[in-house]
């Protein structure tokens, strides 16, 4: 499951190269910006992490900008960069502005080479799926559920009562008897091959699970 998209980590780092008089770009202020998206998941379950990573250049040239100031590189920066990524501008301007200052910003002619990682971590729990009970593995289980074992069966003297599916007695066949929530009694194998044709009680036609949309959706008086 996927939780929302997490507050990126973003590392700029600017790079300046003094152009030379001989290159002719004056008052000239050269932008490459690298810009490299990267995603780190992280399997909760597991422990296990891949990344996938997204890079592009920007290469805007020979242009000419009043200033560094923030509010000149901001409209810059919004010119060539995609619409999405407009929101580095607040991350990029103050770390631009500060490197172009530093470098003698106004003497010289100057390239800045801007390189930027931006990094997600998304951490998610691998869901197994579980094969959906089949209606046989249901029926199992409930008729499991009225197992009645030799001592109680003896206790409640039906050891020579018959099984009216199959008609053999209760205590004698290998069969092991169980109990329905109607109190009926039956060998489970022969009350499964039952209720896999009908799902009534084959002495009092008590309802005793309900299907819906292919899918059993409750037992009735066999869940705890």
Known sequence: ??????????????????LSPSEEFTNSRRFIINTINK???????????TQTSESFTYYSTNFSLPSFSHHDIQSKLQNILHSEEHWLCDRLVPKISTTAINSGFGENDIELTVHVTVTYRREYVEVIPVPAETLLDVLRRVVLQGRI??????????ETESCSICLQSL?????????MSCSHVFHDSCLVEWLLRKNTCPLCRTVLYDVSDSALLSVIGTEE
Do not use: F
Request: hydrophobic content about 30%; charged content about 25%.
């Open 1 to 18: 499951m996927n939780g929302p998209i997490p507050e990126p980590v973003v590392d700029i780092q600017v790079q300046v190269t003094r």
């Open 39 to 49: 995603e780190i998941r992280v399997n909760l379950t597991t422990g296990d992490q």
């Open 149 to 158: 074992e030799a001592d109680e069966l003896k206790s409640l003297n039906m």
């Open 171 to 179: 205590g004698s066949s290998s069969k092991i008897p169980s109990r």
